[in-house]
């Protein structure tokens, strides 16, 4: 069964960073992406940033290009966000997502599995 836990949420401070974390487990294949998204009540989910497992290339959100950088690990079948320059418009419930087939998109309903997600409040 295929299995996405995020971490590394927190409170931070305008201008500051924070680290996410996406543990992967239960995938047969690695020709897939995940990608992170976040929400903020009342808001549709946005796709933030994606990347494809096997080749490592990426695709981010006009909203944090330059400020945030995915990763991923694949040793340790962990995706990583880094977030750094914050503000408080990134405050947001993050989520992550993958996508078991290929192409970098930030479509919420190509996605086939979620994780829980994990809050990220930014101070001013």
């Known amino acids: 069964e295929v299995q996405l836990v995020e971490s590394g949420g927190g409170l931070v401070q305008a201008g500051g960073s924070l680290r996410l974390s996406c543990a992967l487990s239960?995938?047969?294949?690695?020709?897939?992406?995940i990608g992170w998204f976040r929400q903020v009540p009342g808001k549709e989910r946005e796709g933030v940033s994606c990347i494809d497992v096997k080749d490592g290339s990426t695709l981010y959100s006009d909203s944090v290009k330059g400020r945030f950088t995915i990763s991923r690990d694949n040793a340790k079948n962990t995706v990583y966000l880094q977030m750094n320059s914050l503000k408080s418009e990134d405050t947001a419930v993050y989520y992550c997502?993958?996508?078991?087939?290929?192409?970098?998109?930030?479509?919420?309903?190509?996605?086939?599995?979620w994780g829980q997600g994990t809050q990220v409040t930014v101070s001013p």
């Open positions: 997502a993958a996508r078991l087939s290929g192409g970098l998109l930030l479509y919420i309903n190509i996605y086939d599995y």
């Open positions: 239960g995938f047969t294949r690695d020709d897939y992406a």
